[in-house]
């Protein structure tokens, strides 16, 4: 029996505007500038999820909470014509998690044991019989069985026989010892597990019916994931590491397939990385991203990382076709279109994320999506006729759409932060794309985001320069607080898309191997002078910020041009990369990009010559070093290394260290400190106009 959504206490309660409405919030005059609190009123889009008959989305709604330090999640519903406002799903006040779309177009859910589903149309609420919980496995096309994988330990080691005396002292031993590599793994306690004893994960069925037990498939001592099904439900294909016994390997992720007769083949070898494994509907084809593996790239010595393409292969055995070959960007995950003639994919393309398309029978690649923007999250209607996303701007964030599968009649579904975008404002000038000539003729690409009451007239402003991390990464077209929050007290924001970046194809992508600074450094003061000429920045109030690569390239950039840098904020950045191959857990960016270890003559000279500390004589920019304190990504010690060189030549330096924090520094709490040190080093060092107002000093 169905009831009323008020009944079990689901809410309808409209909180944003009628459809009608859902422009784009135009500049207000007198509206205040950004502030750091408005930080905790940022709502976040995510998780898109749209019906199998396209006519509705789910999405979640994050918000940042201050007393608790975490973040409030709500689920969401909304008709994907507009028809009725967003709408969020609770029950009993609460709002529902981990929801999902039934086959009827339902949505069920689980509260307290008991399962029940919404009737989106008529917002309502009943019951369910309990079923099989697929979050538990992955649903066989014929529905009868769910797969996943089940760690199983491996085999114990006997203990070395011990006197009662060395058992003593065994026990009373404080201190760690090891023998094994790699030992370092960035967010995991120190030290990480001998790979050769962690459990393996191996794939298991059960029958959906509970008419068995669950069976164990295969039994590869490997780790198995991204378990596909065939279309057929008799074989399931996953990916893992055929290396994971060998503790000197990087290792590369194949492909292997397993039977429910648990007979196991190896489909994929040859030292490259697959990822993305999507079996056709029609059932005759797989596809699958390949890259290069780092063992490949070492064991041949290549200066370049390779290509990501697009791959299709029979699953009944044959040659493996690419399908971007003659394509200079990296394929994302693919997409099998119903009818199996296409594959969809997401890529960069520049500072923007869009959506493609390629024919499984070849062609050229097809771009669906257009404009200055990041698409994500990508969601398909059964059909394949319709797509629900986000999208993102460098001014906005991201926002729920829905589209026809060709991008035509794209619909904005929510305003998720008009309410805060009404009141405050980060520039009245939008941000703008930039583009010019490095000194060796090469374009490059950037983003400008322009202080609050721009005025050329009134200028010159201070410039921050943000590096983008990676180094193979890109910055573009989405919404950074901490960015506005600095353009709104009154800087410009630069974000140069220097050599390296994604994007741009595959040259440019590795255009720095053996020479990590050098192009791109060039690249981001070729840019600093086109803002000079073209924009009123300021060439002698600059600095220079960014996070694990961009805090190393801003340690190459005050080291390396001591005289155009006044400020700069590292975060998380490296300064000594003879001691960084050892203390690392990623020793295999130095054994490629550097072109080996630092006992190998070419690879030490590289190492030196590229190391900020070893090059620090001179430099003048007061800088602010940022670190996790249990960093094994960029380890601290390359901050300390570069604190004391600045300190042993008087130059304005503060080292502040987040406890218990590894590479990526999280936690709204640290995030607002940060900001708040950061914007205050600019402050003193960088002298920006009083109030966010134009106007230089």
């Known amino acids: 029996m169905a009831h009323a959504l008020t009944s079990l206490g689901l809410l309808v309660a409209t909180v944003f505007l009628p459809v009608a409405s859902l422009a784009q919030t135009p500049a207000q005059p007198g509206r205040r500038p950004l502030q750091l609190e408005d930080f905790y009123r940022l709502r976040s889009i995510g998780s898109p999820a749209i019906s199998p008959d396209g006519r509705w989305v789910l999405y979640t709604i994050s918000t940042p909470v201050e007393e608790t330090n975490g973040s409030s999640v709500e689920t969401w519903l909304v008709a994907t014509d507009g028809s009725t406002p967003p709408t969020p799903i609770r029950h009993q006040g609460q709002s529902v998690t981990a929801p999902r779309w039934t086959d009827d177009g339902r949505v069920r859910y689980a509260d307290r044991d008991a399962h029940w589903t919404v009737d989106p149309a008529r917002l309502s609420v009943a019951p369910v019989a309990s079923q099989a919980d697929e979050r538990l496995g992955l649903r066989s096309p014929d529905g009868r069985w769910l797969a996943r994988t089940r760690a199983v330990p491996a085999a114990s080691r006997p203990a070395p026989a011990m006197t009662a005396f060395e058992q003593r002292h065994e026990t009373r031993f404080k201190g760690t010892a090891l023998d094994w590599?790699?030992?370092?793994?960035?967010?995991?306690?120190?030290?990480?597990?001998?790979?050769?004893t962690e459990p393996s994960l191996e794939v298991v069925v059960t029958p959906t019916d509970g008419s068995g037990s669950e069976r164990q498939l295969t039994r590869l001592g490997l780790e198995a994931a991204n378990l596909r099904w065939t279309a057929d439900s008799r074989a399931l294909l996953f990916t893992a590491n055929a290396?994971?016994?060998?503790?000197?390997?990087?290792?590369?992720?194949?492909?292997?397939?397993?039977?429910?007769?648990?007979?196991?083949?190896?489909?994929?070898?040859?030292?490259?990385?697959?990822?993305?494994?999507?079996?056709?509907?029609?059932?005759?084809?797989?596809?699958y991203v390949r890259s290069l593996g780092t063992d490949l790239i070492i064991r041949q010595k290549l200066d370049h990382g390779g290509a990501q393409d697009l791959f299709v292969q029979p699953v009944a055995g044959g040659t493996a076709v690419n399908l971007t070959e003659q394509w200079d960007l990296d394929a994302g995950a693919p997409r099998w279109s119903p009818d199996s003639r296409y594959l969809y994919f997401t890529a960069g393309i520049g500072g923007a994320v869009h959506l493609f398309r390629v024919a499984a029978a070849g062609g050229a690649v097809e771009q669906i999506t257009t404009g200055p923007r990041r698409i994500g999250n990508l969601s398909f209607d059964r059909a394949f006729r319709r797509i629900a996303y986000t999208a993102s701007e460098l001014d906005r964030p991201a926002d729920l759409y829905v589209a026809d599968i060709d991008g035509r009649n794209e619909r904005r579904l929510t305003d998720a932060n008009r309410d805060l975008f009404a009141t405050a404002t980060v520039a009245e000038r939008p941000s703008e794309r930039v583009t010019w000539k490095s000194y060796d003729g090469t374009e490059i690409e950037g983003f400008l985001i322009f202080p609050r009451g721009y005025d050329p007239g009134r200028g010159p402003y201070p410039l921050i320069i943000v590096n983008h991390g990676g180094p193979h990464a890109a910055s573009g077209y989405a919404f950074d607080f901490k960015q506005a929050y600095f353009a709104a007290n009154g800087y410009l924001v630069f974000l140069p898309n220097f050599r390296s970046s994604t994007g741009y194809g595959d040259a440019f992508k590795w255009a720095t191997w053996g020479g990590w600074g050098n192009k791109d450094g060039e690249d981001v003061l070729s840019g600093v002078d086109h803002l000079v000429a073209r924009y009123a920045a300021d060439g002698n109030r600059v600095g220079t910020t960014g996070h694990s690569y961009g805090g190393i390239l801003t340690n190459w950039l005050i080291t390396k041009y001591p005289d155009r840098f006044r400020a700069a904020v590292s975060g998380a950045g490296e300064s000594n990369w003879t001691s960084n191959f050892a203390l690392s857990d990623v020793a295999r960016t130095k054994e490629t990009e550097f072109f080996g270890p630092p006992w190998d003559p070419r690879a030490r000279a590289i190492m030196i010559a590229q190391s900020p500390l070893l090059n620090a004589a001179g430099v003048k920019a007061a800088t602010l070093f940022i670190h996790g304190g249990v960093d094994y990504r960029v380890p601290l010690q390359g901050a300390i290394q570069l604190y004391t060189a600045l300190k042993k030549q008087q130059v304005p330096t503060k080292l502040i260290i987040y406890e218990g924090q590894a590479h990526g520094i999280t936690g709204h709490w640290n995030n607002i400190h940060r900001i708040m040190h950061e914007l205050r080093w600019w402050d003193t060092y960088l002298a920006p106009p009083l109030s966010g107002a134009g106007g230089g000093r």
């Open 243 to 287: 290396s994971r016994g060998d503790e000197l390997a990087y290792g590369s992720a194949d492909i292997f397939r397993v039977d429910l007769d648990e007979r196991a083949t190896r489909l994929t070898e040859g030292g490259y990385n697959h990822s993305g494994v999507e079996v056709s509907p029609d059932g005759r084809w797989y596809a």
């Open 181 to 196: 590599y790699p030992f370092l793994q960035d967010g995991r306690p120190f030290p990480v597990p001998n790979r050769a």
